[in-house]
C-alpha cells in the first residue's frame, strides 16, 4: 500500500511541474436518483471519472449537446443542485490486489465481508480491448466439471461460452458451485460474479466453497443487492478484466456470471434514467451490445490461457424465448437448459437433455468419451421420447424389445443424478455408462 502511495504522490508532484493538474469544474444542474446531470464539463469524455462535491465518485454515462450525465458508484453524502463537479481527467477505473483469491471483493479491491483493502493494490480497466482474433485459437481442450450429464453429453471447453438457463430454483447456481469445486487441483482460477444478492446469500455460498476446499483457487467478485446500480452494472466487466489480467499470465479462469438478467434489469433501469429511448420491453437498443462485449471475452488464448464464461439467465415460466434469453443465446456457444418440471420429479441436476445445446460438442472431448457420449445421448433421447408416449402403459402389454429399450433408458437417466459437490472423474463416467449401454458402443 505504501508504494502505491508513493507513486501516486510522485505522479500528482510531475502533473503539478508540468502544470497538468489543472481540473475543469462543472455544476449539478438536476438529481435523478443515483443518475446527476452536469453542466460545464465541455470536454468530459465517456466513462470518464468525476467528483462530486468532494465526497461522491462516478463516471460519465451519456453526454448531451450542453450537459452531460454521471452515474454515481460511491456516494458518500447528499448531492444537491447547484454542487460542484470536477472533471479529474482520467478514465473510471477499478481497483484489484492479486492477495484477492479466497475472498470476496468488490471492484474498488475492499474485502466485502471485514470492509478492509488489500495490499498490492493496482487500478484494473473497467473494460479491456478485445483480444484480437489472430491471438486466439480453437477451443479443444475440455472443462472437467464432474457432471456426468455435461462432461459426456454436452461438454464445455476452455475457452466456451456456455449459457446456464432455466426458472427460478432449479438448480443452476448450484450446477455452476459443483464446477467450480471440481476445478480443485486442476490449476484453473475461478471467479464467481454476484450481481444484485444479498450479503446473506453470498456468506454461505462462500461458506460452502470454503468447506469443499475451492476457496483456495476462487475470488468471489461481489455487488449486494444494496449497492447502487452501477456499481451492479461495471462489476462482471471488472470481474473479466481481471480474468484478462491472469489469462494473459497463461492461466485457465473460470468465470461464472450470476445473473444476466438481473444484470440486464439493471441496465434498462440505468438507460430509463439517463433518458435513452426504450425498445422492447423497454431495454434500450444496446442491450445486446452490453451483453456482447461482455461474453466476447470467452477465449482461447495462443499463449496458452483461457477464459471460460458461464453466465446466468433466469426464466419465468420455462420460457427461453423470452427477448433477454434469446439475445444470449445467439451469442454463447450453446446452453444447458434447466426443466422445472424435471426438478421437482427429482432429477439432479434437471439438466433437459432434449433442449439443451453445445456447439463445439466432441471437438473438446478425449476421444473415448466422445464415443461413449455419442452413444449415450442417442440412446437417452430415445428413452425420453418413448417415455413420453407410453408413461402411463401397462408394462405387461408391452414387447421385450420395449420393455429392455425402458430399462436401459432408465438405467441411464439414473445414473445421471447426482447429488451436489460429488464430482465424477472421467474415468468413473466412463466405467458407470459403458455398463448402461453394454453391447451398443462397437
Do not use: W
Not at 372 to 387: D, H, K, P
Request: net charge negative; glycine share 8%; proline share 3%.
Amino acid at each position: 500500500m505504501g508504494k502505491y502511495l508513493d507513486e501516486l504522490i510522485t505522479k500528482k508532484i510531475e502533473e503539478i511541474k508540468k502544470k497538468d493538474n489543472t481540473f475543469a469544474i462543472g455544476k449539478v444542474i438536476a438529481v435523478k436518483e443515483y443518475i446527476v446531470e452536469v453542466s460545464g464539463l465541455d470536454e468530459a469524455c465517456f466513462m470518464e471519472k468525476i467528483i462530486v462535491s468532494n465526497n461522491s465518485t462516478g463516471y460519465v454515462c451519456s453526454i448531451g449537446r450542453h450537459s452531460c450525465k454521471v452515474a454515481i458508484v460511491e456516494q458518500n453524502d447528499d448531492i444537491y443542485v447547484g454542487d460542484d463537479a470536477v472533471a479529474s481527467g482520467e478514465l473510471f477505473k477499478g481497483l484489484y490486489s492479486t492477495d484477492s483469491v479466497g475472498h470476496i471483493i468488490d471492484i474498488f479491491g475492499h474485502d466485502r465481508v471485514t470492509g478492509s483493502s488489500f495490499d498490492n493494490i493496482h487500478e484494473i480497466e473497467v473494460e479491456k480491448k478485445n483480444v484480437p482474433l489472430m491471438d486466439r485459437t480453437a477451443v479443444v481442450r475440455p472443462l472437467e466439471t464432474g457432471i456426468a450429464g455435461i462432461d459426456l453429453i454436452y461438454p464445455i471447453g476452455k475457452g466456451q461460452r456456455q449459457l446456464i438457463l432455466g426458472d427460478k430454483k432449479t438448480g443452476k447456481t448450484q450446477l455452476c458451485l459443483d464446477t467450480i469445486v471440481n476445478q480443485k487441483d486442476k490449476k484453473v482460477l475461478c471467479i464467481y460474479v454476484a450481481i444484485g444478492k444479498t450479503k446473506k446469500n453470498i456468506v454461505n455460498l462462500y461458506d460452502e466453497l470454503s468447506k469443499k476446499g475451492a476457496m483456495e483457487h476462487t475470488i468471489i467478485v461481489a455487488a449486494f443487492n444494496d449497492d447502487p446500480s452501477p456499481l451492479l452494472y461495471l462489476t462482471p466487466y471488472v470481474a473479466l478484466s481481471i480474468a484478462e489480467e491472469y489469462m494473459m499470465f497463461g492461466m485457465d479462469v473460470l468465470v461464472v456470471i450470476d445473473d444476466l438478467k438481473r444484470h440486464a434489469n439493471i441496465h434498462r433501469e440505468m438507460s430509463l434514467l439517463v433518458g435513452k429511448a426504450p425498445g422492447r420491453e423497454a431495454y434500450p437498443a444496446d442491450i445486446f451490445y452490453t451483453h456482447s462485449r461482455l461474453l466476447e471475452k470467452g477465449c482461447q488464448h495462443k499463449n496458452g490461457g483461457s477464459i471460460t464464461i458461464l453466465p446466468i439467465v433466469e426464466t419465468k415460466g420455462g420460457d427461453a424465448t423470452s427477448y433477454i434469453p434469446t439475445n444470449i443465446i445467439s451469442i454463447t456457444d450453446g446452453q444447458l437448459i434447466l426443466s422445472a418440471s424435471s426438478f421437482q420429479k427429482g432429477q439432479k441436476p434437471a439438466i433437459d437433455y432434449g433442449l439443451s445445446v453445445s456447439r463445439l460438442g466432441g471437438a473438446v472431448q478425449l476421444p473415448e468419451m466422445k464415443k461413449l457420449g455419442a452413444v449415450v445421448r442417442r440412446e437417452l433421447l430415445s428413452y425420453l421420447e418413448t417415455r413420453k408416449v407410453y408413461e402411463l402403459a401397462n408394462e405387461d402389454e408391452m414387447s421385450d424389445e420395449l420393455k429392455s429399450k425402458l430399462r436401459k433408458g432408465k438405467a441411464i437417466l439414473d445414473d445421471l443424478n447426482q447429488y451436489k459437490y460429488s464430482p465424477r472423474a472421467k474415468e468413473e463416467i466412463i466405467e458407470t455408462f459403458t455398463k448402461d449401454v453394454n453391447g451398443l458402443v462397437n
